[in-house]
Every structure is written in C-alpha cells, then in structure tokens.
C-alpha cells in the first residue's frame, strides 16, 4: 500500500486565517445550537461506524453527544440530524452563505492554489500510474472553493460529472451536474469525494453510492479528516477544527480501511499528508489550550525543539498516518 510524504512551505495561515476560520466556526456553532434549541429538528441515532467498533462513554461538544470507540479509534455523534436538516444548513444556513461568499468573493489566488493545487497533483499522478486516458470522472458533494473547476482545467479527466452537491461553486464549463439518483451504476472510471464523509449523516450512505458509481477496477479518490491523528489524538474536542457539525463522523485508519473493504474497495494508497499538524497544535497551546500532563512534553518541545524537530515530527506523522487529514485512492474490485 502506497503512502506518501509531503513536505512543502505551505503555512496555516495560507489556507485558513485566523479570522476568516473564527468567524465561520461562531456561524457554525449558533446553528448546532438553534438545532438543539429547536423541537422540530429530527434527529437519528446511529450505530457503531464499523462492526467491530465498540463505543466508549460519550463527551459533549457544541452540546451534541460524541462517542470515541477506545479499539479501532474513531469518533462519531449519536444522535445527530437528518439528512435532510444538514442540507438544509448548507443551502441556506449563514455558516453556508458567509462561506460561499468568501470563497467566490474574496478567496485569493494564493489560498485557493495551496487547497487545490496537491488535489490536481495527485489526480495527474493517478491518471499517469494506472494508465487512464480521459476516464469517466465524477465529483461527489459540495464544491465551495471551487475545486471541480481547478480539476476540469486538467484536461485529461474527460467529461466531469458532479453529484450530491446541496450548494456550491457553478458547475465549471463542460462539467454536467446530475443527481446521484439519475446516475448509472458502475458509470466512472474515477470518482472524487473531497471532504464530504466526516458531514453527512449516514456515511455509510455515501460509502454505497460511491460503491455504485465506480466501475470495476475504477478508482475512488478520497479525502477526509481523520480521528487516528495527532490533532484529535491529543487535543480531542478542543482541537479547533473540531467543529461538531463538521466532524460528525471520523474515521481511524483501519476503521475506514475496514469499511472501504466491506463495500468493495481494495485500498491502493493511503496517505496521510496533513502537512499542518504541528502548526495546529502549536497554534491550539499559543492560544491557552491545556498544558498539563501529558501536554505539557507537546509544549516543551514544540517550543524547544526548533524548527528542524518540527519538520522531523511532520514527517514522521507522514510516514506513519498519524496526521489528520487523509487523502485515499481504492480500487473498485471485481
């Protein structure tokens, strides 16, 4: 299994300045509270998010209950809104609207080539290492920062289809928006999901539809937060992308290996190229986050080790898939 190490100059503040990221995050919680507060939210509770999960007392953030499952890692809400409540909130809700006018209005050059450029990068790379010529390719859920755009003008993708979008961008010149129910299966040769599988309600929804799309021996290209990383494994729900209604499901490692294999996938590469761990955390105990034991050794050596022990942990975390972004490519069995 393929993992890649990214090191590259790109900085926190490049891609999410403080106050752009403070702004949307008082959005966000308001709306998990008025969700709360209101009695015609539906709400479902939700098994286990792998089979062999076995979920460890519960802990509140934004006022909604979090399990984290102490044998494969990961953490999910129950009960949590339906389906139909989260789409509402990004079609309409403020969080939604402030977001897609940032990101249309007054996103910059710089910002959106440091999101989208190791995005493009990487599907070249797979269109180069298995050999694909203009394959069928889809782009599933929202596209705020306008990223089907940035892979269209690829121009080795073919005709790109988008699905399950709620809000978002324009579909790009050439791209064609149907809905996931319209679709046929095993149409794609490759299928993109950025960033979708840690907000919706059901995730093993969405593990399906994409088991529907891809052809055999097709490719799904994924990216996701990830529970099993140093931001989460050491801040927990005080990390501060810990969002609750963003981060309603998160995955480990092997939990979502073991979920991919359950719908058909054969995992090629599983990377985990956060690239900002160390400056999260840095960031989080610059801005008063606890600094007792065992924090107390992060903050001594984020502080004391300099910026080649720096480099050195990002690098190991890399290495080793303990950051907390991931980025995944299966294949499609069969």
């Known amino acids: 299994m393929k993992t890649s190490v990214l090191i590259d100059e790109m900085r926190l503040a490049e891609v999410r300045p403080d106050q752009v990221a403070k702004r949307y995050e008082e959005l966000r919680r308001a709306e998990a509270a008025h969700l709360l507060q209101n009695p015609s939210t539906r709400w479902v509770g939700r098994a286990t998010p792998t089979r062999s999960c ?9 006022g909604l209950s979090f399990h984290h499952c102490p044998d494969c890692g990961s953490i999910f809400a ?3 809104p339906v389906q139909e409540e989260l789409d509402r909130l990004a079609r309409d809700g403020e969080a939604a609207r402030w977001r897609r006018d940032y990101f249309g209005q007054r996103f910059s050059e710089k910002q959106r080539q440091a999101i989208h450029a190791p995005i493009v990068r990487w599907a070249q790379e797979v269109i180069d290492e298995y050999g694909l010529t203009e394959p069928r390719t889809a782009l599933v859920g929202n596209d705020e920062t306008g990223l089907a755009t940035s892979l269209n003008a690829n121009g080795r993708l073919g005709q790109m289809v988008l699905t399950e979008r709620v809000s978002g961008q324009p579909a790009p010149e050439g791209a064609v928006e149907v809905a996931a129910s319209e679709l046929s299966a095993a149409a794609f040769d490759l299928v993109f999901d950025m960033g979708s599988l840690e907000r919706v309600a059901d995730p093993e929804r969405r593990l399906a539809l994409w088991s529907e ?6 490719f799904l290209a994924i990216t ?5 990383g140093l931001e989460y494994r050491v801040l927990g729900p005080k990390a501060a992308s810990f969002i609750a209604l963003d981060r309603l499901t998160l995955y480990s490692v092997p939990a979502l290996t073991e979920q991919l294999a359950l719908f058909g996938f054969e995992v090629v590469e599983f990377s985990t190229p956060g690239r900002l761990d160390v400056e999260v955390l840095e960031q989080a105990f610059a801005d ?3 600094s007792d034991d065992p ?5 001594h050596a984020l502080k004391h080790g300099g910026e080649d022990f720096k480099t050195d942990l990002q690098r190991l975390l890399q290495q080793h898939r303990f950051s907390s972004f991931a980025r995944v490519l299966a294949r499609k069995v069969g």
């Open 295 to 299: 924090l107390d050794f992060w903050t």
């Open 54 to 62: 076995k979920p460890g007392p519960a802990f509140m953030s934004d």
């Open 224 to 228: 996701t937060s990830m529970a099993s």
């Open 213 to 218: 799309l891809v052809a055999p021996g097709g």
């Open 288 to 290: 008063g986050a606890p």
């Open 78 to 80: 129950s009960p949590v």
